[in-house]
């Protein structure tokens, strides 16, 4: 059973940071890109950022590039999200997906706010 | 980037009825369109890839078609549990986008 657990959410100041982490099992990892997708409260999905199986290729969508760094390690089956410099658009609940985005996760929230 | 307008934005269908969602790509993206549905509270489930591939699981009453600029979801003998927001997506070209999506309400 293919499966994504988010983790690091939180509330988090404007300016600050936060680090997502995205445990996969039930697949091989090394043979998928993954993906970030967010939702702010109330609102449509964004994709924000992919990374190519091995790590060597990167995308993000424009209004996080420079603040968010998305990486995984292969060792761990583990996804990251690096987010700087967090802003209250930010704010949504921020889901871990499998390549094409077949498989999702449950999500976790954050929140930027003072 | 291609913008996905779906229509309606909100739909109210009796059970057994039929139900069409279509999305309009804002310029040919192929076939490269996928549909999902988000109940409350929960995430996003692939019903649809690649326009018109049924994903593993989902109940034959889900179908797809289209290509280039036009697609279309339909949903034949809707039922209770079918209550959601449905998304289209495309995978054609980065930034990868999505429909605003199309809230269904069971009468």
């Known amino acids: 059973e293919v499966k994504l657990v988010e983790s690091g959410g939180g509330l988090v100041q404007p300016g600050g940071s936060l680090r997502l982490s995205c445990a996969a099992s039930?697949?091989?990892?090394?043979?998928?890109?993954m993906n970030w997708v967010r939702q702010a409260p109330g609102k449509g999905l964004e994709w924000v950022a992919n990374?190519?199986?091995?790590?060597?290729?990167?995308y993000y969508v424009e209004s996080v590039k420079g603040r968010f760094t998305i990486s995984r390690d292969n060792a761990n089956n583990s996804l990251y999200l690096q987010m700087n410099s967090l802003r209250a658009d930010d704010t949504a609940v921020y889901y871990c997906a499998r390549g094409v985005r077949d498989y999702w996760g449950q999500g976790t929230l954050v929140t930027v706010s003072s | 980037e291609i913008v996905l307008t779906q229509s309606p934005d909100f739909q109210s269908v009796a059970p057994k009825e039929k139900v069409t969602i279509t999305c309009r790509a804002s310029q040919s993206i192929g076939n490269s369109l996928h549909w999902y549905q988000q109940k409350a509270d929960q995430s996003p489930k692939l019903l649809i890839k690649?326009?018109?591939q049924s994903f593993s699981g989902v109940p034959s009453r889900f179908s797809g078609s289209g290509s280039g600029t036009d697609f279309t979801l339909t949903i034949n003998s809707l039922e209770t549990e079918d209550a959601a927001t449905y998304y289209c997506h495309q995978s054609s070209s980065l930034p990868f986008t999505f429909g605003q999506g199309t809230k269904l309400e069971i009468k």
């Open positions: 990374i190519k199986e091995d790590g060597s290729e990167i």
């Open positions: 039930g697949f091989t990892f090394t043979y998928y890109w």
């Open positions: 690649y326009a018109s």
